[in-house]
């Protein structure tokens, strides 16, 4: 994974390696109050997260995401996004196909980059996946 300057290129980096099966884990913080909260899942600090998306790659293929409008602000030091996402994916186990119409939104952080300068510039600290539907 090349480096991405900007939070608005690490949301669409990650996209990119969702569908291309990618290791997931370098685009979150490793932070204790990193949080990600999915379609059927609330995972807290960056342990979990990360162990949740090893075995999301390691089970699952042949993804899907489209953006359909993806809103990313640079407000110096964090980032806000928010997208809705058509997403779908088949598990390998099973092959049973998935598809969702969701929103996704989150915060990323900017890091300094010195520890390890190609790494992204930005790193998510907050996630939330969730599929909409009718009351």
Same mark, same amino acid.
């Given at each position: 994974?090349?480096? $991405? &300057? $900007?939070?608005?290129?690490?949301?669409?980096?990650?996209?990119?390696a969702l569908r291309d099966?990618?290791?997931? !884990?370098?685009?979150? $913080?490793?932070?204790? $109050? !990193? #949080?990600?909260? *999915?379609?059927? /899942?609330?995972?807290?600090?960056?342990?979990? #997260?990360?162990?949740?998306? /090893?075995?999301? !790659? /390691?089970?699952? /293929?042949?993804?899907?995401? %489209?953006?359909?409008?993806? &809103?990313?602000?640079?407000? *110096?030091?964090? &980032?806000?996004?928010?997208? %809705? #996402?058509?997403?779908?994916? !088949? %598990?390998?186990?099973? *092959?049973?196909?998935h598809r969702f119409d969701?929103?996704?939104?989150?915060?990323?952080? %900017?890091?300094? *980059?010195?520890?390890?300068?190609?790494?992204?510039?930005?790193?998510?600290?907050?996630?939330? #996946?969730?599929?909409?539907?009718?009351?």
């Amino acid at each position: 994974m090349p480096p $991405s &300057a $900007s939070a608005e290129a690490v949301v669409r980096d990650y996209y990119d390696a969702l569908r291309d099966g990618d290791p997931l !884990t370098p685009y979150f $913080s490793d932070a204790d $109050s !990193t #949080v990600k909260f *999915g379609i059927s /899942e609330s995972l807290f600090g960056g342990d979990d #997260v990360a162990a949740a998306l /090893e075995a999301q !790659t /390691e089970t699952t /293929e042949k993804w899907v995401v %489209e953006s359909q409008g993806l &809103a990313v602000t640079d407000r *110096g030091g964090f &980032a806000t996004f928010a997208d %809705e #996402v058509t997403m779908a994916w !088949t %598990e390998t186990a099973t *092959g049973d196909r998935h598809r969702f119409d969701s929103r996704w939104s989150g915060t990323l952080v %900017e890091r300094d *980059g010195a520890d390890d300068p190609r790494a992204n510039a930005w790193q998510f600290v907050a996630m939330h #996946v969730s599929a909409p539907r009718e009351l």
